[in-house]
């Protein structure tokens, strides 16, 4: 895989992990959702549709897939594929940096396992 290609698909993992975070940010202001009724669940879809950190976060989502389309057209779905577990790594040093989630010992090292195959995958 060449540098431009690797390149298609960092940014497309870093757009697909800002659109996870922009989510969370948004679901934060919108609170735990019911799915009591179906009054609360039209309620939640409003809210969900006019947070702007959703729609933000739909948008970078759209933008990562089409770059996602281009990167397919360069490399082997068998090499572009595990290269999203990045977005793993990505998000979750961002929710523990930005949210506050935790980052147990167990998950340090499925991070560590995760790069090191990205590694391994990128140079094969």
Do not use: H
């Not at 990562?64 to 990505?90: C, E, N, Q």
């Not at 961002?94 to 990205?118: M, T, Y």
């Amino acid at each position: 895989m060449n540098l431009s290609t690797f390149s298609i698909i960092f940014a497309g993992v870093l757009l697909n992990s800002a659109a996870q975070l922009m989510l969370k940010a948004g679901a934060r202001s919108l609170g735990a959702v019911s799915m009591g009724s179906t009054a609360s669940l039209v309620q939640a879809a409003w809210g969900a549709a006019t947070q702007p950190w959703i729609g933000v976060g739909l948008v970078c989502y759209f933008v990562s897939a089409a770059l996602w389309i281009v990167a397919l057209t360069r490399v082997d779905v068998t090499i572009a594929y595990p290269m999203l577990s990045m977005g793993y790594v990505i998000a979750a040093l961002l929710a523990w940096q930005l949210f506050g989630e935790s980052l147990s010992a167990g998950r340090i090292i499925g991070i560590a396992i995760i790069l090191i195959g990205v590694v391994v995958l990128g140079r094969s």
